[in-house]
Structure formats: structure tokens, C-alpha cells
């Protein structure tokens, strides 16, 4: 068989190479490309690869935060409201396509757009912000307000810095960010199901092309160094208010690298649901507790964890061999029987 | 997409913090230091804690031993070794003797180690509370106020249900009369190694971000009570390969009529006890 190029890889599988960047804490289309390609479409294991490369780069700076009111936006939706300033963008999705098998991709030569997406037929909105849904409700006090944080403030960073409880927001968002997929999806899930619900609507949700900014302490000023591709989602959820303050919603962030949908909103939701201390409400769930979710979420954690019962343990096994025989023929009535002459 | 690594793979500044927490982890003998563990190319749970500490405090002048369940045949052990072969370049050796720097899983080698040698175990849990509690909020408070009374009740529970303490590896230490300890899973057999080693151990725990040490000649206790003490697990026969009385042996199953072979699991040990490497027929 021809071999696969990353250039087919980054184009034709741009979802798995999306899922590896945002996982793998590094966007970069043609390493992640090489390591869809290295692990043979395991994407857990094309994680790791990323993972493990990134940990060798140095960390020479941290951005301006990302203004995704100044996106280039391919697909916008919010859910809350009817028609939104800028529109709803249909842009490309999953979300309306039959999922009925496309024989004709079988032959080839007939990929000629992405399979089983459909354009909203707007196109890209241009340059032009396009305001977020939040920021109207913030705007009328509706919605708690999130108070950007100060200039120069210190930003968390799990991959120098270990994970210590309690854990600041910036660093739960990171660690969801980079948390796999499925226990996200299966952790949001609960929430709605239950387990720690928080009353979620989809405010908005957009993905497109974002500028990241650096401001080099040298410099003085901020130079754009890059354009990445994000999905972001915020939920609006269960308000709050008291006999004191006036009853207000409150948020769940979502941001990923790329399309993934599915996994900004199941960040959004676990976001919100870790958020019970701050709120001042009472932890009932699983999926409201930190420590709970935090520490295994991530991917490369729990395969390595999990798969290293693969290694030897027969020291630790016979320790245990010596005790139950003892234990057994301390028992008695036919015990010693199942020692063997070792023993 | 070639790329050059840096001597033992990791760069000079992680290096640095590895050793700031290894230099703390000495100062506060079986404290458990959080670090900025990195992920490295070994998968989680094989040993990447360990491979952190080694790879901080490795210089081209070591001789470098790797070991799994006492060996250096088995596969992650070779792993290991080879890694550091290719990142470093140092001289390796099977000789415990004849290593200055080891890094071991499950095992503390037979042969008594000596001054200047360091003894990196893997750890995949490094909290000894956390059966007891697995909040790490909690148990972090608990050593904070050497609150320690769980552990004695887990195996006082143990005595009550089974007439001994039914912990067989991974068994708790007190340290310098200060700090629980989790040994990481070396069998109970290992724990008095532990007590006054003239080696600097030192316990890397990479998932879990943790180092802890216990600096040269630190008193190490199994914790046991006064009417039932700390005992280690014994064999009632030799080694099959070598003859060795009271060194931890391996247990083989050789057919399937309950036919079993017991060797020692050092197996640098056990090969300098045979004459000549010559294998002596089983029992």
C-alpha cells in the first residue's frame, strides 16, 4: 500500500490531528500529523508522543489572552437566543448530516470536499468582531461577570508547576484542556444526568482563527507571533442570588485547539460543575470534586498507570504468595496442603 | 525531523529543579517534595519518576546498574538501561558493587550497599495513607500533624481478623522518627535495608509528582507493635540456583504436576555465588 503522507494526514484526518494538538498541549498540525502517523491512529498514543516532544521544548514566553471576540469565525451558534448580533453560522459540522455510510468515498478519487460536512454557505464572517452572546448578557448584569484578570497577573502552568489542591480555575481549565476526551464526555454527561447537574444551555459556541499576541518584556508592545485554530464554548448555567445579591447565571468555559466541539462542551460542563466551591454550593458528585476529576483526567497518566500491570510484579506477588499460604495453614483442617514443598 | 537531546535527555534547567527537590527531599527525610515532574518518553507507571531522579543526578563519571524484581534481565530493566546508555553514554554494569549510581523497582539488591552509592527507587503511589484516605487536601494535612493513629488502627484490624499484620510490600516506615514513609513496593523483606543504609535513597514518583529521600544512615522503622513486632518473610529451603539461605526468592512454576523452582530474584547476587556462572540443576 502507498504510504501515508502528513500532508494527508493533517488535511483528511484534520479531527484526530485537532484532538492530538489539543491533548498533546501543543499546536503544531505537521508534529501532531507525524504522530497520528507514528502511532498507527492510536490517538491516546499519538498524545504521548506529543507530549513526550513538547516536554523537551523551552518555554519562552506567555501570550496576551487569546480575544476570541476578534475571531475569524467558521461556525458560530448560540443556543439561547433566536438570532444573535453577527448571526447563527451553521459552518462546518456534523451535526445535521444523516450518518448514513457514504459509499461513493470508497472509490477513488471522489473526496472533493470534507466528508460529511456542510457549509452554512456564508462563509467566513471576515475580520470584522463579531461580539460574544456573553458579553450581551454580561452587559445587563445577567450573567456573572468575569473581570479580566490583571495585566502581568501570573498564569498557571501544569506542565512546570505539579498540580496542588485547592486549584485555581486557570489551572482546572488547563488540566480539562488537556484531559482525554472520553472522560470529559462521560463526566459532562453525568452532570446532565444528575451528578452534579448545573442547569447548562449552550450560549455560544464558535470556532475559527484566533491571533496569539506576545508583549516581549523588551519590546515593550505586543507583536502577533501566530493565528491558531480554536473551538470555544460558554454555558450559561444555573443562576444564583440571594435575599442580598440579585439573581444572576453563572458560566462554564470551554476551549480547545481546532474542531472539537463535542470536547469544549464537555470541558464547559465540568468546568462549571468544579466551580461548587467558589459558588458556594454543596459538592455531591464525583464530578463536582477536584481532586476526583483533576487527577484522572489525563490520558497519558491513566494508559501509562493502568498498563504498567503489564510489567513484572512477581516480587510483590510472591510476598503475597508466602502470607496467604501462612495464613491458610495457620487456618487449618487441610490448609497446608496447598503449600508446596517451598513452603 | 532530527533532534539532538541533551545529556540524559532532560534540559539543564528541569535538571536544576529535580535537584532543588531532591535537595529538599534530603533535608526533610521522607517528606514527599512536589515536583514539576515532566512527561518522558516512557510511559507513566514504568518508571518515570525514578528516571527523573537518575537522569538529574547522573554525571558521565557513573557507573550506572538498572533492575526490576531484583534483575537486570528483565525487560524494563533493560529498557532503562539502554536509555540511559544512549542519552548519557555512561558505563553500565549488572554489578551491584560496582555501580555508583541504581535504579531499581520492587528491590533492594542482596549485597549491602555501601557509602557514596545512590539507590533511586520508582514509586507509583508514593502516599502511605492514601488506602486510608485518598484525598491528597487531607493526607497532606494529616502528616503535616504527624497524624499517623490510621495506620496503626489498619493494622491493628489486621491482627484482629488474621492473627498477624497481612501487609507484604509497600509496608509503612516512619523516618527519622518524623515522616510515614511508603517504601515504594519493595516486599517487607527489603524494609531493614532501609534502617541506617550507608547509600543516599532516593524515591521518584513521576504521575504523582512526588520526591522523597532518606539521606545516609537515617533511622528507618517498620511500624509493628510491642507484642507483635516487625518480622520479614522467610523461606524454608535455599536457592536452587545458588544455595543462598534468607535472600528473597522467586518462586517458579516449571511444569504443571506442581513442580517449582526457587531462585534468588538478585540475580547479580545469585551469579556471583554460582562458581563460574555454571547453573546448578534444580532441586
Known amino acids: 500500500m502507498p504510504e501515508l503522507s502528513l500532508a494527508q494526514i493533517e488535511q483528511q484526518l484534520a479531527l484526530a490531528v485537532d484532538r492530538v494538538m489539543t491533548e498533546g498541549s501543543l499546536h503544531d498540525r505537521e508534529l501532531a500529523a507525524l504522530a497520528v502517523k507514528q502511532a498507527r491512529g492510536d490517538l491516546i498514543e499519538a498524545i504521548f508522543l506529543l507530549r513526550a516532544y513538547r516536554t523537551t521544548l523551552p518555554r519562552l514566553g506567555v501570550s496576551l489572552p487569546l480575544d476570541t471576540a476578534a475571531m475569524v469565525v467558521h461556525r458560530r451558534v448560540s443556543a439561547i437566543f433566536k438570532d444573535v448580533p453577527g448571526g447563527q453560522i451553521l459552518g462546518p459540522t456534523f451535526d445535521y448530516t444523516h450518518r448514513l455510510l457514504d459509499f461513493e468515498l470508497a472509490a477513488p478519487g471522489s473526496l472533493v470536499a470534507p466528508a460529511g460536512v456542510e457549509s452554512g454557505g456564508e462563509g467566513d464572517r471576515g475580520t470584522a468582531p463579531l461580539p460574544r452572546v456573553m458579553d450581551l448578557l454580561d452587559r445587563e448584569g445577567l450573567i456573572e461577570s468575569e473581570p479580566p484578570s490583571e495585566p502581568g497577573g501570573q498564569v498557571g502552568d501544569l506542565t512546570r508547576e505539579p498540580l496542588t489542591f485547592p486549584a485555581r480555575r486557570d489551572v482546572r481549565l488547563q488540566n480539562l484542556a488537556r484531559g482525554d476526551e472520553g472522560f470529559l464526555l462521560a463526566m459532562g454527561y453525568a452532570t446532565q444526568r444528575g451528578y452534579g447537574r448545573n442547569h447548562p444551555f449552550a450560549g455560544e459556541i464558535r470556532h475559527g482563527e484566533v491571533a496569539v499576541s506576545l508583549a516581549p518584556e523588551e519590546l515593550g508592545f505586543a507583536v502577533e507571533i501566530a493565528t491558531i485554530s480554536v473551538t470555544e464554548c460558554q454555558m450559561v448555567n444555573q443562576f444564583k442570588g440571594s435575599s442580598t445579591t440579585p439573581a444572576q447565571f453563572t458560566r462554564g468555559y470551554g476551549l480547545v485547539f481546532g474542531a472539537a466541539e463535542r470536547k469544549a462542551m464537555a470541558m464547559a460542563l465540568v468546568d462549571r460543575a468544579l466551580r461548587v466551591r467558589e459558588l458556594g454550593e454543596e459538592p455531591a458528585s464525583p464530578t463536582q470534586d477536584e481532586e476526583f476529576v483533576l487527577s484522572h483526567s489525563d490520558s497519558v497518566e491513566a494508559s501509562g498507570f493502568v498498563q504498567h500491570l503489564k510489567l513484572p510484579h512477581y516480587v510483590d506477588f510472591q510476598s503475597e504468595l508466602v502470607l496467604v499460604r501462612d495464613l491458610r495453614a495457620a487456618h487449618g483442617t487441610g490448609a497446608a496442603s496447598a503449600a508446596p514443598d517451598g513452603r | ?283
Open chain 2, 1 to 283: 525531523m532530527t533532534t539532538r537531546y541533551n545529556f540524559a535527555y532532560l534540559d539543564e534547567q528541569t535538571k536544576r529543579m529535580i535537584r532543588r527537590a531532591v535537595l529538599k527531599a534530603v533535608a526533610v527525610p521522607g517528606y514527599q517534595v512536589p515536583f514539576g515532574s515532566r512527561e518522558m518518553p516512557l510511559s507513566y507507571g514504568w518508571g518515570t519518576g525514578g528516571v527523573q531522579v537518575t537522569a538529574s543526578v547522573i554525571g558521565p563519571d557513573d557507573v550506572l546498574k538498572v533492575i526490576d524484581q531484583g534483575a537486570d534481565d528483565t525487560t524494563n530493566a533493560v529498557s532503562i538501561r539502554r536509555f540511559f546508555a544512549r542519552t548519557t553514554g555512561v558505563a553500565t554494569t549488572t554489578s551491584t558493587e560496582g555501580a555508583t549510581l541504581i535504579q531499581t523497582r520492587h528491590r533492594i539488591p542482596e549485597t549491602p550497599l555501601r557509602e557514596g552509592q545512590i539507590l533511586v527507587l520508582q514509586v507509583p503511589i508514593p502516599e502511605p495513607l492514601r488506602w486510608l484516605e485518598p484525598r491528597e487536601a487531607e493526607t497532606r494535612k494529616m502528616h503535616a500533624l504527624e497524624e499517623y493513629g490510621v495506620m496503626y488502627v489498619r493494622l491493628y484490624e489486621d491482627i484482629t481478623r488474621h492473627g498477624k499484620v497481612a501487609q507484604t510490600y509497600e509496608y509503612p516506615v516512619m523516618v527519622d522518627g518524623r515522616y510515614l514513609m511508603r517504601p515504594s513496593p519493595i516486599p517487607k523483606f527489603d524494609n531493614p535495608k532501609l534502617d541506617r543504609s550507608p547509600a543516599l535513597l532516593l524515591f521518584g514518583a513521576g504521575r504523582e509528582k512526588r520526591i522523597y529521600a532518606i539521606p545516609p544512615w537515617t533511622r528507618v522503622k517498620s511500624l509493628d507493635f510491642d507484642d507483635h513486632p516487625f518480622e520479614v518473610e522467610h523461606w524454608d529451603r535455599a536457592c536452587d540456583l545458588c544455595g543462598a539461605q534468607g535472600a528473597f526468592l522467586d518462586e517458579l512454576i516449571v511444569d504443571d504436576k506442581g513442580g517449582r523452582l526457587f531462585i534468588c530474584s538478585d540475580t547479580d547476587y545469585c551469579a556471583r555465588r554460582r562458581p563460574a556462572g555454571e547453573p546448578r540443576p534444580g532441586a
